[in-house]
């Protein structure tokens, strides 16, 4: 019998050491691979705002954020406080034959920056929101179809993985859910031929493609909003990365002028602490659902309005407004997109910076010069979109910067820092990126004796 051991703090310091042996054993072994194999395997023990701590005490710049989740940074002690106070006050959770004070008031929060929409939907996931959604659209609209567009993200379960056109993640989970169709991202023409059948229930769509940090045209999101209105198809933003500040608006589609019937919120939204998702939707939409007292209950989630997770809601919304976290996106994001656009001229390799707020894309492409694109050749035939890792690797051990490649074979690497990120740490991202990309001009050099390393790798990966 183990003994009781409630201080989680001693637990992981006794543990700590055996992690990866733990994953091994009952997780995940194939992902702790990769982390030994780029280097990734410090084991951090502390994060802190934007910043992460390794096993020696090595502080690292968080870019990734747990995917967008720390939008408010790691271990805010507003949130921290908010979390302890509902533990503290032994409320009456999940009684279910009963209504959450705390969803009423996250709900009433939310919806002040979206007035527009009248209702709200909460779930445990971002994936969630999207199954709800589907689901909403087909019965407020007794239609079938959903379209979603080419190299869009919506997660992993299968009604979300229907719309997630990447076939990485489709592979060998097929078939998938019926009458989803895909359109091009930027395709209006494309997508009024889809919507004329007037068979579909819902465009589902992220404002920004966050696989690849795709930008929409002025013209997209208008232009298929007032299609949608034409054909009587609802217009759904996914917003679980763009939403909750992250592109210097509360929402993405703020940008464009743009009012969709439904709104997905997810990720920044639990603060990082407790899953938690929204669906914002108009009351139409809603009443169709739950339209009588015997369908009071039609959709649901056991976990869904738990009092942590609205807590954290209320907490991360305190926090973005104290600290004008929006307005800190819009101003940081638009000063390092424009140092990172500067270095564009001088490094053939680079292609574009482009993003919103604190959620950018910086591509790289084929150089003109010979040696440089006999080695990217190399590199590509290994395996596509290798290159950037010669980036991300460099970038983490030699800088102590974490980021990420924007989706599988992308040559994009995504900024997604938490939205507390200073004027510091705006320089110490500049510096690293110009360091780092000098670096991969220079043939024969480290960075591509890492390259001929991930090459190696990948040959043998594919025996």
Not at 19 to 31: D, G, I, K, T
Not at 355 to 381: D, Q
Request: net charge neutral; hydrophobic share 45%.
């Amino acid at each position: 019998m183990h003994s009781p051991n409630p201080d989680m703090s001693e637990l992981f310091a006794d543990r700590q050491a055996q992690r990866s042996a733990l994953h091994n054993r009952y997780l995940n072994e194939q992902f702790v691979r990769v982390l030994k194999t780029i280097g990734y395997d410090v084991g951090f023990q502390k994060g802190q705002g934007q910043y992460l701590y390794d096993r020696d005490g090595a502080r690292y710049l968080d870019l990734l954020s747990g995917f967008g989740v720390f939008a408010i940074g790691r271990n805010h002690p507003v949130m921290r406080e908010a979390l302890k106070s509902v533990l503290d006050a032994d409320l009456p959770n999940l009684v279910q034959f009963d209504v959450s004070v705390l969803a009423g008031v996250l709900a009433e929060r939310l919806l002040k920056y979206v007035p527009y929409l009248d209702k709200v939907f909460f779930a445990n996931s971002g994936a969630e929101c999207v199954e709800a959604a589907i689901k909403f659209a087909r019965g407020a609209t007794g239609r079938p179809g959903i379209v979603y567009c080419a190299h869009g993200y919506h997660g992993l379960t299968y009604g979300a993985l229907s719309l997630t056109g990447d076939s990485n993640f489709r592979t060998g989970f097929e078939p998938l859910l019926p009458g989803c169709t895909s359109v091009p991202f930027n395709d209006l023409a494309a997508l009024e031929k889809a919507l004329a059948s007037r068979e579909v229930a819902a465009f589902v769509v992220e404002p920004i493609q966050g696989k690849g940090v795709n930008m929409p045209t002025d013209e997209f999101l208008p232009g298929a909003a007032a299609l949608c209105k034409k054909y009587g198809t609802l217009f759904v933003a996914d917003e679980i990365q763009t939403g909750m500040g992250r592109t210097g608006r509360f929402l993405a589609v703020e940008h464009w002028n743009v009012e969709p019937d439904m709104v997905l919120l997810s990720k920044s939204l639990s603060g990082g602490h407790v899953p938690v998702g929204a669906v914002l939707t108009r009351k139409g939409i809603f009443d169709k659902i739950f339209n009588q007292m015997d369908r009071a209950v039609v959709h649901g989630s056991t976990f869904s309005k738990n009092d942590l997770a609205m807590a954290a809601g209320i907490a991360t919304l305190d926090v973005m407004e104290a600290e004008k976290l929006i307005e800190s996106a819009a101003k940081r994001g638009a000063e390092l997109r424009l140092a990172l656009t500067r270095m564009v001229p001088g490094y053939e390799l680079m292609k574009e910076v482009r993003g919103k707020g604190l959620m950018i894309g910086v591509e790289f492409g084929p150089p003109k010069s010979l040696r440089l694109r006999a080695s990217w050749n190399v590199l590509e035939a290994a395996n596509k979109g290798l290159f950037c890792q010669l980036i991300t690797v460099p970038l983490f051990k030699d800088h102590k910067i974490l980021t990420q490649v924007a989706g599988h074979g992308s040559h994009t690497i995504k900024l997604l820092p938490p939205l507390t990120i200073t004027e510091e740490d705006c320089s110490w991202i500049e510096k690293a990126f110009d360091d780092v990309i000098a670096g991969s001009h220079k043939v024969p050099g480290a960075i591509w004796s890492l390259g001929k390393t991930l090459v190696d790798n990948a040959v043998r990966r594919s025996a």
